[in-house]
């Protein structure tokens, strides 16, 4: 079973990173880039435990450790 | 490379040994041929990097002994007595190629490997400095290597928790192809519990400590004895991960193990890892090594013994235990979260011989290859092109106009200019020992639980090497000698990266020789030895090599630490002082350069006799403690050194007014760098005594203005608000990079 | 007074934060293992500076999850001290003892230099400060930047939480210039300037100092 596990910063928390690197984007005239948003994905491999197990694992991974809820969002999918 | 990979003379010259080199490897196996694992062993411990083959002849003349001297070359630092049954461990060491691949991890690896090498003879490092050299500010690749770099640095040195106190940053083309990465660090070692990289004691286990080795850094050795161009630059994999939290743990481990008495000897995995570091080890107590493959920690599946042997994965340490003492060692690492086992048993047989699944894979008998390793006298030549650079006609150079101008220009120029951008990022202050920050002319570390400090420093005028290699390698030594004066420090030792062209160029060979000759005059006149240091060649891409670099770092003590002093004046009403005397020598200075455009004439001259004067007159006055600023004339001259003692990075500044008298060009006046010179300040009731001690040591000295004000005043040349000029000057390297 | 300087692996201003109780103000000071769950007996624990477990993931996100922090979490619900400085303040917001969170310096550089501060010296941490006193202490982090809610702001100023602002210069971007804040009750303190680093003349200043001084003047 594997975990991907996307974390990335709430809408409306400033992301300095993203923004450097959309500053960095327009000099490279790719002026159509209007946001950029820098995350963390983590892949977690699982043994042992159903797909709902797992999910359910997995989302007390993030509240717990993967993510700082106050200022990240996560999202994850489980594949067989 | 697989075990049986077959050994044909086109792999033999992948792996850069020459047939010479080929036939004396299979002369010292007892006439047979080496299977691919010992060809890969010997491609690296007989590259230049780690073999100095092309630059032993020449080291040899260095001055390496001293009565303070506790150990010298050879070992994994050098290490100097400071008195109170205290030493100082320190060493330099170049990461030039890997920083030019990958700037980031290749500083930080460099960073990591040196503070290795400290803290494996059993001392805690106290500090981090490092000499970086770049391109020109408007080369295309220069923002990218300096920001890599300093960060690498940044995050490796921060990590560890070792303060980055000081060193040097200089911009030059002559580095557009070939950046420099040279890294010091000095740590504090009991004189009792030095250790050592013996494998000594028969029958003793071989315990490898700390991560686990993957398949990185394959051949960094011999990528760092190659020149750059015809698509070296793609060799991105061979790169090494620095990983500092580990370091860290190893480091606190170490330390912990040591107070045991049951390591025998240690030795950091640094260039060629496994391979160098079991065999230095046994090479130095005389013994052989028995060597199992399957115990080595490793991160990937379907490692080869080649890889195993040659993989330069940061962050690993061998060290040798008493028999039976191995499992209390053992235990301190798994505390700390490191692996550690046992790998190996000395032997007393003389050979290095490593097993996998049961077969010896390598079987090389130690004194005779270390006896057969190659030694070369390559020709000297000196270059068609030297006379012809020193010649400058001062007649020729027209003075500037307006002063005001040409200083501001200079001032904002980024080998003058603060470098605060670079130190700001570089925790300085962690350890709580940092007495001088970065700025002033040298670091100064207290030694807690005593009264005394170090200070430390790093300094290389490589214009002036490249003028004149004898000369410019001598002014090194004297200018870290009065950096160190300065402060307040006594000077003691030396080390040294060497960093320069190809050796097989005998033009390159020529300033080798050069400079270590001078090196080796300042190193007696001031009696500081070198005790580490090492030599990086193939600085070149194409055909353009670097100016030759011989990067100096020098270490001092303070034995009475209130007696410290920076280059920053203090308080309004207090006299400025002079020693030395200004002259017309203006070649090779940044003024040339940056004014008219021209790198031309002798550095110049150097007279050890009043520059050794200087340093007792100085010394004797901050012993005094009379003095309250003392800064070295260098790089800009004497009106550059005047701002820098009128300004700090933090926006502190106090004016001075200064009026002058010597009968030379106002040009020179302000911008010469001749040597032999400090400015001092003292408060007006100490000035007399001040001038007094600087004549009984027949150092010239004059009173030359007084600290007060908001503007830097000289005479009737200059005369600029501090304001003004602090923009400039602190501004300067943020513009290379935004 | 009792000190006890949690060593996690990767913290590097232990051995300062050890320094100054002990040699500087003359009180008794043990080093904790975070393995360890044994506070022994500590009045007061430091959460010194560093990178943490190697700072991976975030700051301070895993060392949150030792053993001692278990019982620092306890001891400091019964109200015994604890001041976690740099790396500490980012363990601190991490395991829920202090609102908020420690971001990315806006420069995204790491940032070592001295910095003016303003104190609030109505916490047990500042009370040897005078009110509203403009201090010279060290930072040095890539991850200072505060950030919280609004409502937790509002919550932070309206009790008197934040204990250190900024004054002049914002070096990292951090939320109302906080540079250190306490829990409600007062006896937790996170910042993110040392004060270990400024606590003796010949480091430059004493501005430090009085931060251990005023916890200790709190021991009767």
């Known amino acids: 079973m594997n975990a991907k596990v996307y974390v990335t910063l709430k809408t409306g928390v400033l992301d300095s990173q993203g923004k450097a690197v959309k500053h960095s984007l327009e000099t490279l005239n790719f002026k159509e880039v209007t946001d950029v948003r820098i995350g963390k994905f983590i892949e977690l491999k699982l043994e042992g435990v159903t797909k709902s197990e797992a999910e359910k694992h997995v989302k007390a991974m993030c509240e717990k450790l993967l993510a700082n809820t106050v200022i990240e969002s996560y999202k994850f999918e489980v594949s067989e | ?738 | ?220």
């Not at chain 2, 009991?190 to 991560?211: E, L, M, Q």
């Not at chain 2, 891409?541 to 920076?566: E, F, Q, R």
């Open chain 3, 1 to 220: 007074m009792k000190f006890g300087i949690v060593v996690f692996p990767g913290s590097n201003c232990d051995r300062d934060s050890f320094h100054v109780p002990t040699k500087v103000c003359g009180q008794e000071a043990v080093y904790l293992w975070h393995k360890d769950a044994d506070l022994k007996g500590v009045d007061c624990v430091i959460l010194p500076g560093g990178f943490s477990y190697g700072d991976y993931l975030r700051c301070g996100a895993i060392a949150k999850q030792s053993p001692v922090m278990k019982s620092v979490i306890e001891h400091a619900k019964s109200g015994g001290y604890v001041i976690g400085i740099c790396n500490g303040f980012q363990v601190l917001t991490e395991s829920g003892l202090l609102p908020g969170v420690l971001m990315r310096n806006t420069s995204l550089t790491f940032i070592c230099k001295y910095i003016q501060v303003k104190v609030n010296n109505k916490t047990p941490w500042t009370n040897k400060y005078d009110a509203g006193e403009v201090i010279t202490l060290p930072i040095a982090h890539n991850e200072g930047n505060y950030f919280c809610d609004e409502v937790t702001l509002r919550r932070l100023e309206s009790n008197g939480q934040i204990a250190f602002k900024y004054h002049g210069e914002n070096p990292n971007g951090a939320l109302a210039d906080i540079a250190g804040i306490t829990n409600e009750k007062g006896n937790v303190l996170g910042l993110m300037p040392h004060p270990e680093r400024i606590s003796e003349l010949i480091l430059g200043g004493t501005d430090g100092l009085r931060v251990f001084e005023s916890i200790i003047s709190t021991k009767k």
């Open chain 2, 1 to 738: 490379m697989d075990q049986n990979t077959k050994v044909t003379p086109e792999i033999v010259k992948k792996h850069g040994l020459s047939e010479q080199e080929y036939e004396r490897l299979k002369k010292a196996l007892g006439d047979r041929e080496p299977n691919i694992t010992e060809l890969g062993i010997f491609s690296v411990m007989w590259s230049e990097h780690c073999s100095y083959k092309s630059s032993k002849v020449h080291l040899k003349k260095l001055p390496t002994t001293g009565p303070h001297v506790v150990q010298g070359p050879g070992e994994n630092a050098g290490i100097v007595d400071i008195g109170d049954g205290l030493c100082v461990a320190f060493k330099m060491e170049s990461h030039n190629h890997p920083s030019f691949i990958e700037p980031f991890q290749g500083a930080a690896t460099g960073v990591g490997g040196i503070l290795r090498d400290v803290f494996t003879m059993g001392a805690r490092p106290i500090a981090n400095l490092n000499s970086i050299r770049f391109g020109s500010p408007d080369n295309a690749k220069t923002p990218y290597l300096l920001k890599g770099v300093v960060a690498g640095i940044a995050h490796y040195g921060n990590c560890m928790g070792i303060p980055t106190v000081g060193g040097e940053v200089v911009f030059d083309e002559c580095y557009n192809g070939n950046n420099l990465v040279n890294a010091f660090t000095a740590g504090i070692v009991k004189k009792g519990d030095i250790f050592k990289g013996f494998a000594s004691g028969v029958g003793n286990p071989v315990i490898y400590i700390g991560s686990k080795t993957g398949r990185d850094g394959i051949h960094g050795a011999t990528m760092a004895s190659d020149v750059f161009g015809g698509g070296n630059e793609e060799r991105r994999p061979t790169v090494q991960v620095g990983d500092p939290f580990t370091e860290k743990l190893l480091l606190e481990a170490c330390l912990e193990a040591m107070k045991s008495d049951a390591i025998v000897g240690i030795q950091d995995m640094g260039a060629a890892g496994l391979t160098s570091s079991s065999f230095e080890m046994a090479s130095r107590a005389g013994t052989g090594i028995d060597m199992d493959l399957d115990k080595v920690p490793l991160r990937e599946t379907g490692m080869t013994p080649y890889e195993i042997m040659l993989s330069e994965s940061q962050e690993r340490m061998l060290a040798v235990t008493h028999v039976g003492r191995e499992k209390e060692i053992i235990d301190i690492f798994k505390k700390w979260d490191l692996d550690a086992e046992v790998v190996g048993i000395v032997t007393d047989d003389g050979i290095m011989r490593v097993r996998q699944k049961g077969k010896v894979v390598c079987e090389l008998p130690i004194a005779p290859l270390v006896h057969a390793a190659p030694v070369y006298e390559r020709p000297i030549k000196k270059p068609g092109w030297q006379d012809k650079v020193q010649k400058l006609d001062l007649k020729k150079i027209a003075e500037p106009k307006n002063y005001n101008d040409t200083f501001k220009k200079l001032i904002g120029s980024p080998n003058l200019a603060c470098k605060s951008w670079v130190y700001r990022q570089y925790d300085h202050m962690v350890g709580t020992d940092t007495v001088v920050l970065p700025g002033s002319d040298a670091a100064v570390m207290r030694i807690k639980g005593t009264n005394k400090a170090v200070a430390l420093t790093v300094d290389c005028n490589s214009r002036w090497c490249y003028l004149d290699p004898y000369w410019g390698s001598a002014h090194a030594i004297a200018e870290n000698a009065r950096n160190l004066v300065a402060s307040g420090a006594r000077p003691l030792a030396v080390t040294d990266c060497l960093n320069f062209g190809n050796p097989e160029r005998a033009e390159i060979m020529w300033q080798f020789e050069q400079s270590c000759l001078g090196m080796s005059e300042g190193c007696k006149q001031f009696g500081t030895p070198i005790v580490s240091g090492n030599v990086s060649f193939y600085n070149e891409t194409g055909k353009d090599a670097i100016y030759p670099t011989p990067a100096v770092g020098m270490v001092g003590v303070i034995d009475d630490i209130s007696k410290h002093t920076t280059q920053f004046f203090k308080d309004t009403g207090d006299v400025v002082i002079l020693l030395g005397v200004n002259t017309n020598e203006l070649g090779g200075s940044e003024y040339l350069k940056q004014i008219h455009n021209k790198i031309a004439g002798n550095p110049p001259h150097l007279d050890f006799e009043r520059e050794k004067s200087l340093h007792k007159a100085v010394l004797a006055a901050i012993g005094r403690g009379i003095v309250k600023s003392a800064h070295d004339i260098s790089d800009g001259g004497l009106a550059v050194a005047l701002a820098e003692c009128c300004m700090q990075d933090n926006c502190k500044m106090i004016g001075a007014e200064v009026k002058l008298e010597d009968d030379v060009r106002s040009d020179a006046l302000l911008f010469s760098e001749a040597p032999s010179r400090i400015i001092l300040s003292c408060s007006g009731k100490d000035a007399d005594l001040l001038l007094t001690i600087a004549k009984s040591f027949g150092c010239p000295a004059n009173i030359i203005g007084s600290v007060g004000g908001d503007k830097l005043k000289i005479g009737d040349l200059i005369d600029v608000g501090l304001k003004d000029i602090y923009g400039l000057w602190s501004e300067s390297i943020k513009k290379i990079v935004s």
